[in-house]
């Protein structure tokens, strides 16, 4: 976490150009605890919440005010496995394939889409829905853990291909609550 307060006036300063993870003093991977992410986040907000400052002057009102912000985006970013994979591909340089409005080029991971949207489709019982539910959450852990190992062996292409893959599972579980499937947990 960044040291914010000036040692020598002990006034709040304006936040620095930290990522998501110095930001709320965690190491950085595709690998978070959930628990040290919520401990950090919360020690955060305490320090920087813009009551604290209430009395000071304007300025350090609203550095406290970025402060929090950043503080936020740092948390709902990193707490998202897919928002966290984004997010370290665009620091490495390399957003995902599709964020850019151009078409995947990937024949696999289309035709793995549309039979995952096919099996929707067909399925016309609640436990149908609940077995396709069952399976992605399957599916989606894997994938995590697949992406967790390719950022871990800096292997970008494969982190990026896994990420895509993701992003269309969690469009399918959108679409799958939509149809009543119960809440898919989160690992």
């Known amino acids: ?83 966290r994979a984004r997010y370290l591909l665009e620091t490495a340089g390399r957003p995902l394939p599709g964020d850019d409005g151009r078409s995947i080029a990937d024949p696999e991971l289309l035709m793995e889409a549309m039979e995952w949207r096919e099996a929707l489709e067909e399925a016309e019982t609640p436990e149908q829905v609940a077995g396709i539910a069952a399976r992605l959450a399957t599916e989606t852990r894997a994938v995590e853990a697949r992406i967790g190992d390719a950022f871990a062996g800096h292997n970008i292409d494969g982190a990026t291909r896994e990420t895509l893959r993701l992003s269309y599972l969690v469009k399918l579980g959108i679409e799958l609550k939509r149809r009543g499937a119960p809440r898919l947990a989160r690992i």
């Not at 604290?52 to 950043?70: D, P, V, Y």
């Open 1 to 83: 976490m960044e040291d914010a307060i000036c040692a020598g006036c002990k006034s709040l300063q304006p936040p620095g150009q930290i990522d998501h993870f110095a930001r709320l003093g965690l190491p950085r991977g595709f690998a978070v605890d959930g628990a040290m992410l919520e401990r950090h986040y919360f020690a955060a907000q305490r320090r920087f919440h813009p009551d604290r400052f209430a009395g000071r002057g304007a300025r350090e009102k609203n550095f406290s005010l970025q402060h929090a912000t950043l503080i936020n985006e740092a948390y709902e970013t990193l707490r998202d496995p897919l928002s």
